[in-house]
């Protein structure tokens, strides 16, 4: 099936062939499914799955326009939305968005959010109101997006690694991370914190700084922060990120969740 999406990457006449058709809506419906995913985790580290990327780009040009009426509103695009959320054990605010080819598994809740194709959220993962999930995606179990955060989406280039947010991370409100970055398990991004490939992440807990770019180590808190730089008209602040401390017991109480938010059902 694979063979048949990098075939008909590298010549766009095969997407006429209907078994190149049936190679790509069968991918599709796999990420729709979680049974496959654009980037995963393995013992060397995570891995993209680029035919799967390919998948989803050639997935568009094979879509008409169609308009989608739900409730009180109206949608005209390419893309199906997810359906069957209630068989699926998710819990979905309105007007919360998500894309057929995204991956929503048992106890994720939306708020009034976006989940773009190809992104998978793993369990019990809370999207809240006015964040968005970009497309391919990674985030992991019992992760927090709190109100306003922007994960980024990556589809091109084909082999860009997606925004990848591990289990038990807390993104604090109004946050952006984008462009591949890396949150590694129980990371802690406090308000407004900025992360793209090249924003320097400083680690300012021990007698020297140590810089990372594009990967946060686990149980890192972390806040914004600015730090002085040269240029030709003088000398200006310039963003960056401060890794001030790790996770503890007293950040846990902070950042979680109120179990009753995270409960889909009670059985009486």
């Excluded at 058709?21 to 499914?33: H, N, P, S, W």
């Excluded at 997606?162 to 993104?171: A, G, R, S």
Aim: contains cysteine; charged residues 25%.
């Amino acid at each position: 099936m694979h063979q048949k999406i990098i075939e008909a990457w590298d010549n766009r006449e095969l997407l006429k062939d209907k078994e190149v058709q049936k190679a790509i809506r069968e991918t599709i419906e796999q990420l729709d499914k979680g049974r496959i995913r654009v980037a995963e985790p393995t013992d060397e580290g995570w891995i993209v799955n680029e035919a799967v990327k390919k998948a989803v780009l050639l997935y568009f040009p094979l879509q008409q326009m169609e308009t989608t009426e739900v409730g009180i509103f109206e949608y005209h695009d390419k893309m199906a939305l997810k359906k069957d959320y209630a068989s699926q054990g998710v819990r979905v605010v309105p007007p919360a968005v998500a894309r057929y080819g995204s991956y929503l598994a048992e106890g994720v809740i939306l708020m009034p959010s976006y989940v773009n194709i190809g992104a998978y959220v793993d369990s019990h993962t809370m999207v809240d109101t006015w964040a968005t999930v970009g497309s391919c995606a990674q985030i992991g179990k019992n992760v927090h997006l709190s109100g306003g955060v922007g994960v980024g989406g990556v589809l091109e280039p084909v082999q860009a690694s997606p925004v990848i947010i591990e289990d038990d991370c807390f993104v604090g409100s109004r946050c952006i991370v984008v462009e591949g970055v890396h949150l590694e398990k129980e990371v802690v991004l406090g308000a407004n914190v900025t992360l793209t490939a090249s924003t320097p992440i400083i680690d300012v807990t021990g007698s020297e700084p140590k810089e990372y770019k594009g990967r946060v180590p686990e149980r890192s808190v972390v806040i914004p922060g600015t730090r002085k730089k040269e240029f030709p008209a003088g000398t200006y602040d310039v963003p960056c990120a401060l890794i001030i401390g790790k996770r503890k017991a007293s950040t846990n109480t902070k950042t979680s969740l109120n179990d009753a938010l995270r409960t889909y059902g009670v059985q009486v």
